[in-house]
């Protein structure tokens, strides 16, 4: 991370000490990565489900509509948008894993499509309509629910490539500088310690000679 960094001791601790911090810290990116995952797994089983109930109310919707189209007419279809007013949607933020998203729903009140608000009399119309209105409601729900899952799987999408950027970041840049820079600290400071082992057994050497030598040439003047 840093080859300027002094090679001492002390810089040796505090790389060891952050070596450890980054291990924990991509520990709980991996946590927060698999749950990340499972929650948009399950979302999605849910969206798969959620679509092929919607698809089988849009088939039905479609059929209702034609058969009230056919018997009671285009006109007909036309007054059903009479008088509908604008949706209000409220939103609630959630929050998973520190990931923060949306959900949105309508006012309880401006659920489905009530047919005694429209402009006609409910009792001068077919079952057809009533039925038609039925699959209406549930197929407005069902949107909801799908706009719901779409948007809650795109955010979590978004934070578990973030997450997963950093897991890789800590992975292959930040943990091997680390042990790049304590594996040349630790060696610098080895080779000094070889150094001054080797300069002190040089020195040790020197001084039991020096004591030995002033002895012997004594000895020899002290002969004849």
């Known amino acids: 991370m840093n080859g300027h960094r002094p090679p001492t001791r002390d810089t040796v601790m505090d790389l060891r000490r952050q070596t450890e911090i980054v291990k924990?810290?991509?520990?709980?990116?991996?946590?927060?990565?698999?749950?990340?995952?499972?929650?948009?797994?399950?979302?999605?089983?849910?969206?798969?489900?959620?679509?092929?109930?919607?698809?089988d109310h849009v088939r039905k919707t479609a059929y209702s509509y034609g058969i009230v189209r056919m018997f009671e007419g285009s006109s007909f279809i036309r007054l059903l948008a009479v008088g509908r007013k604008t949706v209000t949607v409220s939103s609630e933020r959630c929050n998973l894993m520190g990931c923060t998203y949306y959900q949105y729903k309508p006012h309880k009140s401006e659920m489905g499509i009530p047919l005694e608000e429209s402009s006609m009399d409910p009792?001068?119309?077919?079952?057809?309509?009533?039925?038609?209105?039925?699959?209406?409601?549930?197929?407005?729900?069902?949107?909801?629910t799908y706009i719901n899952l779409k948007l809650k799987i795109r955010e979590l999408e978004k934070e578990l490539k973030k997450t997963m950027h950093k897991v890789n970041t800590l992975d292959h840049t930040v943990m091997p500088d680390l042990q790049n820079d304590l594996k040349r600290i630790v060696d610098i400071l080895e080779e000094r310690e070889r150094q001054e082992r080797f300069a002190l057994k040089k020195f040790s050497k020197r001084k039991k000679a020096s004591k030995v030598c002033p002895s012997g040439k004594g000895l020899k003047e002290a002969g004849p």
């Open 24 to 55: 924990f810290g991509k520990g709980l990116l991996e946590r927060k990565k698999d749950a990340l995952l499972r929650a948009i797994d399950e979302d999605r089983r849910a969206l798969a489900k959620v679509e092929r109930e919607f698809m």
């Open 123 to 144: 009792a001068l119309t077919s079952p057809y309509v009533d039925e038609l209105m039925e699959h209406l409601r549930w197929a407005e729900r069902l949107l909801w």
